[in-house]
């Protein structure tokens, strides 16, 4: 590899891994318009094995804002980030695969409900810039608040 391509391979790397946090920030924050922008016009997401939808980044940021207005407390963590560069039409480097793990607590006042687990994000680059195509998520667990534990309001 010559210097320019590795540095080429560094920049989309650094570019990439800064696509995944603003997503894990629009969703955090509850910013659905930067969602969908982080998706190419055909970008999906699948969120079944949470309990949620599949569908096109629209519909699926509409579902998200009415399914995550009861935690108004998110703090959505994004961690081993295993990043592959894939080729699509013989350019090297236009696509990406990322496996990455997550943990999820969500709540009112303090984190009462926590889950976690996996993401597969395929990601493409387009003439703004690397843009989301899919994303799956694979919950692998989650803890649900304690209801014997939780304090009567009246």
């Not at 969120?47 to 599949?54: C, D, F, T, V």
């Amino acid at each position: 590899m010559t210097q320019r391509v590795e540095l080429a391979t560094v920049m989309d790397r650094l570019a990439v891994d800064g696509l995944i946090t603003d997503y894990a920030v629009a969703v955090d924050d509850g910013d659905w318009e930067a969602y969908r922008r982080l998706f190419t016009h055909d970008g999906r997401a699948d969120y079944r094995s949470a309990g949620g939808i599949e569908g096109n980044a629209r519909d699926v940021a509409v579902w998200l804002a009415d399914s995550l207005g009861v935690f108004p407390m998110r703090q959505h963590l994004i961690v081993n980030r295993r990043v592959r560069f894939e080729v699509l039409e013989r350019d090297t480097g236009d696509t990406a695969r990322v496996q990455a793990d997550y943990i999820n607590p969500m709540g009112t006042t303090a984190p009462d409900f926590v889950c976690g687990g996996r993401y597969a994000f395929a990601l493409v680059r387009t003439d703004d810039g690397w843009r989301l195509r899919e994303v799956i998520v694979r919950e692998k667990w989650r803890r649900l608040p304690d209801r014997a534990a939780a304090p009567v309001i009246n």
